[in-house]
């Protein structure tokens, strides 16, 4: 079946950086794009970046623009991001999560379990 | 942005009754790209509605989802025990872009 599993979050330090990683499997990977969705308590549930199947086009939300960073390799069929100048707003958990578009309805799927983001000093 | 606010926040019900959710958008979505997900405590979001009104795979038609351009609804038919969570809308209308709702608490009465 789909897993998505989600690792690399942690606590961080104001203005410090981590690399968050999604494995997928049980599905083919590569033909799949990619969103990273975060969810506070507060805010709910925001999008953060989205990445296309074959890593050619890159979007962010503009809360992330500059500082945070998609990828993905599809030979170890994982999906990235690179956070840096982090600040507490960042704090939150961070879902990977797939997006299926049979005929050009392009909904987001099969998301992971998360991983937390704590940014605190 | 299109947001999305949903309504009520909270919906009291008994087992067996019928659930209606709503989500209202600030700006027509065309082609009905809206979805529905459920949320339960430390579990990720599973779809259960894309394109407005299709059930995705494995999903019990107890829940139906209809409506169009701002206005959208997601009704839970003879709730069972297990669908007391939270649920939320979201348009990919602005793929890759998303916006979600607020979220509707489903609780027992």
């Known amino acids: 079946q789909v897993q998505l599993v989600e690792s690399g979050g942690g606590v961080v330090q104001p203005g410090g950086s981590l690399r968050l990683s999604c494995a997928g499997s049980?599905?083919?990977?590569?033909?799949?794009?990619m969103h990273w969705v975060r969810q506070t308590p507060g805010k709910g549930l925001e999008w953060v970046a989205f990445?296309?199947?074959?890593?050619?086009?890159?979007y962010y939300s503009d809360s992330v623009k500059g500082r945070f960073t998609i990828s993905r390799d599809n030979s170890k069929n994982t999906l990235y991001l690179q956070m840096n100048s982090l600040t507490v707003e960042d704090t939150a958990l961070y879902y990977c999560?797939?997006?299926?578009?049979?005929?050009?309805?392009?909904?987001?799927?099969?998301w992971g379990q998360g991983t937390l983001v704590t940014v605190s000093s | 942005e299109i947001v999305l606010t949903q309504s009520p926040g909270t919906l009291s019900l008994s087992p067996g009754e019928r659930a209606t959710l709503s989500c209202r958008a600030s700006?027509?979505?065309?082609?009905?790209?809206l979805a529905w997900f459920q949320q339960k405590p430390g579990q990720a979001p599973r779809l259960l509605i894309y394109?407005?009104?299709t059930r995705a795979p494995g999903i019990p038609d107890r829940f139906s989802g209809s409506g169009s351009g701002t206005d959208f609804t997601l009704t839970i038919n003879r709730l069972e025990p297990e669908d007391f969570a939270v649920y939320y809308c979201q348009q990919y209308n602005t793929s890759p872009a998303l916006t979600f709702g607020g979220g509707t608490k489903v609780e027992i009465k």
């Open positions: 999560a797939s997006r299926s578009c049979p005929g050009g309805d392009c909904y987001t799927n099969f």
């Open positions: 049980g599905f083919i990977f590569r033909t799949y794009g």
């Open positions: 990445v296309r199947n074959d890593g050619s086009d890159k």
């Open positions: 700006q027509i979505i065309s082609s009905n790209y």
């Open positions: 394109g407005a009104s």
